[in-house]
């Protein structure tokens, strides 16, 4: 049994720690939604979806991560944009021998969270396919379960790096390790601006996007942009039709909304800078035109002007 805190334990982290518990670990969740506390306290924690339906209960569940102490993993699972709250928050559960995980969407957040945490212990993961939401306090649901890949962030010891990525694997997750964390990062962020931006502007499920032309049009070409300046970079995708994996993927979860969506939707400011808008940002350093996410950048942030 491993010692295990998800620092943001929303909709992703809930499915992390509901099947984690459910395999007998010893599972802290830390969330910033004090309804989603009461609510696990009160009756545990509810994951429905692709794993099953299951109720379990957690070691803990709380706003903060005082009392926790050191655990043997990790995982930070907040917003990109709350990744250095996050990370600084998380200081007092890292010892000598913890694994830290980040994985959020977009690029940035390992870089974030090195600045105040350890660089030989962190570890860096990329899940996709999973379409997870909460709908109701202490409730989280996922459509799928595709994606969960493992790289070094820093020199990890390989024991502590393989013990990290065992935890996942006995939890139910069909790990996948990356020698090339850079590779992996963006393989999954090809998909995120197709469907994230996308959603937010339309409203649209993922299942919806691929198959409205004029909504997919606009992801295409998204994706399109993010391959584009990924090959300037000097990122190796390893596929022969990016934008094949990308539709591929996103059929798999067709009633999935983007996290994107489901915080436009609950009012919420969502992660475009770090997705489409990390594109717009990137390809103007690199003179690659990206006029499409410029434009859906531009239209969610008119959007979430008027939260």
């Given at each position: 049994m491993a010692k295990v805190a998800i620092v943001g334990c929303g909709a992703m982290g809930s499915v992390y720690a509901g099947l984690m518990a459910s395999a007998g670990h010893e599972v802290h969740g830390i969330t910033l939604w004090p309804d989603h506390v009461a609510a696990i306290r009160a009756k545990g924690l509810h994951v429905t979806g692709k794993s099953g339906d299951r109720t379990v209960a957690l070691a803990s569940v709380s706003t903060t991560t005082d009392g926790i102490g050191h655990c043997d993993l990790v995982i930070i699972s907040t917003k990109a944009f709350d990744v250095l709250a996050a990370a600084t928050a998380a200081l007092p559960l890292v010892g000598?021998?913890?694994?830290?995980?980040?994985?959020?969407?977009?690029?940035?957040?390992?870089?974030?969270?090195?600045?105040?945490?350890?660089?030989?212990?962190?570890?860096?993961g990329v899940v996709g396919g999973y379409g997870a939401s909460v709908p109701e306090p202490g409730h989280a649901h996922h459509n799928g379960l595709e994606v969960t890949w493992f790289g070094k962030y820093g020199n990890v010891a390989n024991d502590l790096f393989e013990g990290a990525a065992d935890?996942?694997?006995?939890?139910?997750?069909?790990?996948?390790?990356?020698?090339d964390v850079k590779s992996m990062v963006w393989q999954k962020l090809i998909m995120n601006v197709a469907y994230s931006g996308t959603s937010c502007v339309t409203g649209l499920t993922i299942g919806q996007i691929i198959d409205n032309p004029h909504a997919w049009s606009v992801a295409r070409a998204c994706s399109e942009e993010a391959v584009a300046v990924s090959k300037a970079m000097g990122v190796v995708l390893g596929f022969d039709d990016p934008i094949a994996h990308v539709k591929n993927l996103g059929g798999k979860i067709p009633n999935a909304k983007p996290s994107m969506l489901l915080d436009s939707q609950a009012g919420r400011y969502g992660e475009i800078d770090a997705i489409n808008g990390a594109i717009s940002r990137l390809g103007a350093e690199l003179n690659v035109p990206t006029p499409v996410n410029d434009v859906v950048v531009a239209l969610v942030r008119a959007k979430e002007s008027l939260l």
């Open positions: 000598p021998r913890t694994v830290i995980q980040t994985i959020q969407n977009g690029v940035g957040s390992p870089e974030r969270a090195a600045q105040v945490l350890p660089v030989d212990q962190m570890v860096v935890i996942w694997r006995g939890s139910g997750f069909d790990v996948k390790i990356h020698d």
